[in-house]
C-alpha cells in the first residue's frame, strides 16, 4: 500500500492506496476527499486514464507517485429532514401507521373493575370510536364493565379473585343477543340489523325409520362442511303412532334464509363428567376461504338462489382466468383488463325478485370468509383468544391484544387444528356481491 499524491486543484499527499481494491473503490476513495462524484472523475495517471475495470496491482504504482483527478465536484448529499426510521427500530405505535394497521385492544384479562351504569350498546359505539380516533392500543374498560355487569357468569372469578377465561362464543353470541335487543329497527322495517344481515332461518322435518336401525361408523369430522351436515342431522328417539312403541327418528334440518354474514361455531369444547372439566377437541377442521352453501338450503330456496349463484360462478371464473396469479404469500394488486361493460353487472336480471326484496339476505348463497377467532392451548378454562379479519386480497390482520399485524390468507388457512397452534373456534362469512 504505497503513499501516493493526489492533485485536483488541492493538494492531498500521503494518501494511501491499496492495490488489492478495485479503481473504482479508488474513486470513491477520491471522492471522499475531493467531493468529486466517481461517474464525473478522469484520473489521470502514467500511461493514460484510471478506468473502473483497472487492474491497480499491475500498475506499478511507486511511492509519491502523482494522480491528476479532472471533474466537477457536485453538491453533496443533504442529510434527510427527519431522520431515517428502520422497521426494526420502530415502536408498535409507528409500525401500526406506517403500514396502516387498525387500532388494537390492550388484554384485561385480570383488570378489577368498580360498578358503573352504562348501556351496553353505548359503550360498545364509544369504544369503536375510540378505536377510529387513534392507532395506539385501547384499555376498553368501560365495556367490560357493562359486559360483566350485564352478564355475570363473565364476572365468575378464581379463589384467588383473579377473574376467569371465559368462553368467546358464549361472550359472542350475549353481544350479538345485546345488538338485537337495542339497536333500532331499520328504516322502513321493523325489524333490527341483527335480524336482517346476521340471521338465519331453519325449516325442520322430520323421517321416521322403522325397518331396521344400522351402526354406522362415525369418522372424525376433517372439514367444516361435513361437520355442519352432522349438525343438520341428528338421531332422536320418541313414540311413534304407527308402532305404538318408541322409535327412532331422523331429523333433518335445512336452511330456509341465508344471512349477509354467517358465524359458523367449531364445538371445540365438550364436558368430560369422570373428570369434571370441559375439555377440547384438538383436531385438525379444515374450513375454506370461500363457501358455498346452497347444499344447506330447502329445496325452495336452492331453486330461488340458483340463477344468481350460477351467473356470479360464471363472473368470477371469467375474471381468475384474465387476472395475472399473484406470488405466494404476496396480496394481489395486479388489475384485469376488463372493461365497464364486462366489470358492470345488472344483478336485477339474476336475482330472485321475492329474495331482493328481503334486505340482509344472501341472494348468491355464496360466502367469502372475512373473519376467525382462534383460541390456543388445551383447556377451554385457560389458553388464548386472537382475531384475525380479511382487509384486502390475500391481505389479513392479525389482532393480539395491542399486538396489530399483517398476514397472509395462508397463515390464517393454517389455523385449522391438529396441534398446539392456533386454531379456529368461530368463523364469520361475508355474502359475495355481484359487482
Known amino acids: 500500500m504505497p503513499p501516493i499524491k493526489v492533485r485536483s486543484g488541492k493538494k492531498y499527499d500521503d494518501i494511501e492506496l491499496s492495490t488489492d481494491e478495485s479503481a473504482l473503490v479508488f474513486k470513491t476513495q477520491i471522492f471522499t476527499l475531493t467531493g468529486v462524484p466517481p461517474e464525473r472523475q478522469k484520473i489521470l495517471i502514467k500511461g493514460g486514464l484510471l478506468k473502473d475495470e483497472t487492474d491497480v496491482d499491475k500498475l506499478g ?14 453538491d453533496l448529499p443533504k442529510a434527510p429532514e427527519k431522520p431515517i426510521l428502520f422497521v426494526e427500530d420502530m415502536t408498535d405505535t409507528q409500525l401500526a401507521e406506517a403500514l396502516q394497521l387498525p387500532a388494537r385492544l390492550q388484554n384485561l384479562g385480570q383488570y378489577h373493575w368498580c360498578r358503573r ?16 380516533k387513534t392507532t395506539e392500543g385501547s384499555q376498553p374498560l368501560v365495556f367490560l364493565q357493562m359486559l360483566r355487569r350485564n352478564f355475570p357468569q363473565f364476572a365468575q372469578t378464581s379463589q384467588g379473585g383473579i377473574f376467569t377465561q371465559q368462553d368467546a362464543e358464549e361472550c359472542w353470541g350475549e353481544v350479538v343477543s345485546v345488538l338485537k335487543a337495542k339497536l333500532p329497527p331499520l328504516e322502513g322495517t321493523q325489524d333490527g340489523f341483527v335480524d336482517k344481515y346476521m340471521s338465519s332461518e331453519i325449516v325442520t322435518t322430520l323421517k321416521e325409520l322403522f325397518t331396521k336401525l344400522d351402526c354406522h361408523i362415525i369418522i372424525e369430522t376433517n372439514h367444516m362442511q361435513n361437520g355442519i351436515w352432522d349438525t343438520l342431522k341428528q338421531e332422536i328417539q320418541k313414540n311413534s303412532p304407527t308402532q305404538g312403541r318408541s322409535a327412532l327418528y331422523l331429523k333433518t334440518s335445512r336452511v330456509s334464509r341465508l344471512p349477509q354474514y354467517l358465524t359458523i361455531h367449531f364445538i ?65 394488486t395486479a388489475t384485469t383488463d376488463l372493461d365497464a361493460s364486462e366489470t358492470k353487472v345488472d344483478s336485477t336480471q339474476f336475482v330472485d325478485p321475492e329474495l331482493a326484496k328481503d334486505n340482509g339476505a344472501n341472494v348468491f348463497a355464496q360466502y367469502e370468509l372475512c373473519a376467525v377467532l382462534t383460541h390456543v392451548g388445551r383447556s377451554a378454562e385457560s389458553g388464548h383468544y386472537i382475531g384475525w379479519a380479511k382487509r384486502a386480497d390475500n391481505e389479513c390482520i392479525k389482532y393480539d391484544d395491542d399486538k396489530v399485524s399483517i398476514v397472509c390468507e395462508e397463515d390464517v388457512q393454517k389455523l385449522d387444528g391438529g396441534g398446539d397452534w392456533h386454531m379456529a373456534y368461530i368463523c364469520l362469512y361475508r355474502a359475495k356481491k355481484l359487482e
Open 61 to 74: 504504482i511507486k511511492e509519491g507517485q502523482i494522480f491528476m483527478v479532472m471533474g466537477t465536484a457536485g
Open 117 to 132: 351504569r352504562r348501556e351496553p350498546t353505548a359503550s360498545m359505539r364509544d369504544l369503536f370510536k375510540q378505536l377510529g
Open 268 to 332: 371445540r369444547f365438550f364436558w368430560k363428567p369422570a373428570e369434571r372439566v370441559r375439555a377440547k377437541i384438538m383436531r385438525k377442521v379444515k374450513f375454506p376461504l370461500e363457501f358455498d352453501a346452497h347444499q344447506l338450503c330447502t329445496p325452495e330456496l336452492q331453486q330461488r338462489t340458483a340463477k344468481a349463484r350460477n351467473k356470479l360462478q360464471e363472473i368470477e371464473n371469467e375474471r381468475a382466468n384474465k387476472r395475472p396469479a399473484a406470488a405466494p404469500g404476496e396480496a394481489s
